[in-house]
């Protein structure tokens, strides 16, 4: 079955530190691979995606994530976070066929410590 | 540029009042679209899923409905509402290239 697993619910890093999400996944096959963030009380914005080529992708607000086949894992990571990118981030994977959905991990909510 | 769009933002229904959330997505044609729920610090619960008009997947059983009169046009419904519909809904659409969300609606049922 296709699942989608972020096994922390909730992390704390202080401002500036670097940030590491982790994301899993079981897929029948080769998958797309997204990294949401939503804001309290709004709608779900995509950071990045992964769908070919170059593993290691970039994408807004300076996250980025790596593709990892042989872990199914596809973890997002800054280098430097900053108050604002506390939020709620959600890992989501879905196929390459228009007749497939996306399915959403349970999320991850970040707090920073000033 | 596709948009989408959802309304209302806030609503506060008494139980057993009936319910219609609407979609719609501009810019684009045939996209797959979604409804989700969201309760308070939980994650996203697919709720509805449609590839094409008419063409509806429940993912979950429960007390909501939802219809595709149109290709662009996703409505969520109830005859009656429970106290345990309450929670933040998002629809969303998609193809091929990731989903993009409408800011949500919202739903507190009193």
């Known amino acids: 079955a296709q699942s989608v697993t972020q096994p922390d619910i909730h992390i704390t890093v202080s401002e500036g530190a670097s940030l590491e999400l982790r994301c899993n996944y079981s897929?029948?096959?080769?998958?797309?691979l997204f990294w949401y963030v939503q804001s309290p009380g709004q709608g779900l914005q995509l950071l990045l995606k992964?769908?070919?080529?170059?593993?290691l992708v970039q994408g807004i607000k300076g996250f980025e994530a790596e593709f990892k086949r042989s872990q199914s894992s596809f973890n997002l990571r800054k280098p430097s976070v900053h108050w604002s990118d506390a939020a709620e981030y959600f890992c989501?994977?879905?196929?390459?066929?228009?007749?497939?959905?996306?399915?959403f991990g349970s999320g991850t909510r970040l707090s920073i410590r000033p | 540029s596709q948009t989408i769009h959802q309304w209302p933002a806030t609503l506060v229904q008494p139980v057993g009042s009936p319910l219609s959330l609407e979609c719609t997505v501009e810019?684009?044609?045939?996209?797959?679209l979604y409804w989700y729920r969201q309760a308070a610090g939980r994650g996203l619960q697919l709720l509805f899923y449609?590839?094409?008009?008419?063409?509806i997947s429940s993912e979950v059983p429960q007390n909501l409905s939802a219809s595709r009169p149109q290709d662009r046009q996703f409505i969520l419904s109830s005859k009656k509402l429970l106290l345990s519909d309450s929670g933040f809904y998002l629809c969303?659409?998609?193809?091929?290239?990731?989903?993009?969300f409408g800011q949500g609606t919202r739903l507190t049922v009193v």
């Open positions: 969303a659409w998609e193809k091929l290239l990731g989903a993009f």
């Open positions: 897929y029948g096959a080769t998958p797309y």
């Open positions: 992964y769908f070919s080529g170059d593993t």
């Open positions: 989501a994977v879905g196929a390459r066929s228009s007749a497939s959905k996306i399915i």
């Open positions: 810019g684009t044609s045939n996209p797959n």
């Open positions: 449609s590839v094409g008009i008419g063409q």
